[in-house]
């Protein structure tokens, strides 16, 4: 047993390493691999292990953040090709070459012998990383990079003509929420609309993204890529069949509720059907939320609000704004969606988002928000490896902060009026439910993908998506609306870039909700178990992080239920 300690930077083997960043900014792999090199041929024993490891630490968070960077200008700018190259370097030919030689390091230590009960979780995962590498999956994943940034640029590109003006498809989302349902629906149809123009392009891309997934999967000996991805995320403390658990108890206790709150919003809003364009306006109020009004005033109220849930987590937010860590805005060209991604040499995190003036926009930066507080809080680990966790508890940590500033986002401090705050709350709690029940079908939907020889044939696909989705989406009248039905998974980028990370949204909006049942009797000691599951970083397993939160994993109708019941009973009570 050994004592961590993070390595001086001029330790032997790279004494030549760069004091930051941007000296990897232009780099090729072939300027990077000369210190890989010396980390493998560097001597190595168990007195020495620590100070080896704070180097190799050390060349993870400069290469890491460089690479972060790069990700970040083209997510925000995909029509600039100097971006394109640079994301395009990193990830198709820098990091799956440093995969490779990760996995290389890794297996030193692993042979070496080397313990630590902090290291215990990083260890377990590199032996799986071993077991399951495969030399000749390296060009494989380069290409699935590539394709993904493909995929970036086509959906990032796409604009609608509406009302006379272009429009990008972020921006059609407040039209989706006015009381005027014609003006809704075409919205809606111009917003499908632009998918289904690229359906082609989109298809193409995954075609070839299944059939190297399907080859990836089989170099490393298994059957199909749904068994090989979950070893490739250590999901080590559940299995597949307790997914098929989760899908069976989302349809038992989810989807009833959503089917209430369906007949609800159908009487109040006096129509025979729900369509599809009705789900985004308020049933109770013909005046469209409008939390803020520019991004200066979005990012001054957020400070507001978390400085109310958290002093410590709100001076952590006003970090992320003093220092441009921040970049909200939607605009033409910009890469959909939003993440929370990590600058790993400056222990960092940073914020992409799409904002266009709606309730959901608040939702998602509360949601980023949460992702920033966990690298805050488990930052000072030593070693890069301890500093994260797997999805399942990052997710925890974003969702279980929607909870916690949700009844706090009043004026003056947050964005609401006190009717507008109920309206509010009810629309991110009647979220939940409907996501639950989304997050069932799209891992439903990639469980049939990637076990199916079908599935090859991208009509199939469609009709999949279309089976699946009726067993998870009931109450919805999509009568003539198939075409664009189906156009819904190809907005969800998870399934062309990430495969399988989406039970984890999930998980952890079930682990949320219990965090949040206790948060009602006792808001303080809620917020204070939640810092300390997410100081502990990744150096835990997974079930540990979750308990030290005060939650746990819950995959069967009768826990999930339960919390169904709670967000129905206040949701409920918001209505009065």
Known sequence: MTALHTARSDHGSLSDLPSTPDAFADASWDNIAPFYDRLESANLDIANASAWLGAWSR???????????????YTGDTSNPKKEAAYLRFSSEIFPRIDERQVRLARRIL???????????????????????????????????????????????????????RKTIPELQPYLKLSDRTVRERAYLARDGAYLSVRGELSDVFDRMLELRNTVARNAGFDNYHKYAFKAKHRFE????DCARFHAAVEDTVVPAV????????????????????LGVDPDSAKPLVPFTDVPDFVA???????????????????????SLLDLASRSGKAPGGYCTKLSFR???FIFMNAVGVPDDVATLMHEAGHCFHAFLGGDHPFIWQRGT????????????????APLLAKPEGYYDPDDLRRARIEHLEDILFSLAHIASVDAFQAWIYSRPEARDRDARDAAWLEIRARFERGIDWSGLEVQRAARWY??????????????????????LQIWRDSLRDPAGAVSRYKRALALGGTRPLREIYSTAGAGLVFDAREMGELVSVVESVIGELRG
């Open 111 to 165: 042979v070496l012998g080397f313990r630590h009960p902090d290291l215990e979780t990083v260890l377990t995962e590199w032996r799986t990383d071993s077991e399951i590498f495969r030399t000749e999956n390296v060009a494989l994943f380069s290409e699935i990079e590539e394709l993904s940034a493909r995929y970036q640029k086509i959906t990032g590109t796409l604009e609608v003509e509406f009302d006379g003006e």
């Open 390 to 405: 797997g999805s399942e508890a990052a997710e925890l940590a974003s969702m279980t902060m929607e909870l916690f500033a």
């Open 238 to 241: 559940y299995t597949p069949s």
């Open 347 to 349: 222990r960092r995190p």
């Open 491 to 512: 907005r969800q980028l998870h399934i062309f870039e990430d495969p399988f990370y989406y039970i984890e949204y999930g998980i952890a909006q079930l682990g949320a």
């Open 301 to 323: 109220r957020a400070r507001g609000v978390f400085g109310r849930v958290d002093a410590e987590l709100g001076a952590q937010f006003g970090i992320m704004a003093d220092e």
């Open 259 to 278: 089917e209430r709150q369906l007949a609800y919003r159908r009487q109040r809003l006096g129509v025979e059907s729900v369509r599809p364009w009705d």
């Open 59 to 73: 060349l993870e968070e400069l290469v890491g953040e460089a690479g972060t960077q790069s990700m970040i200008a």
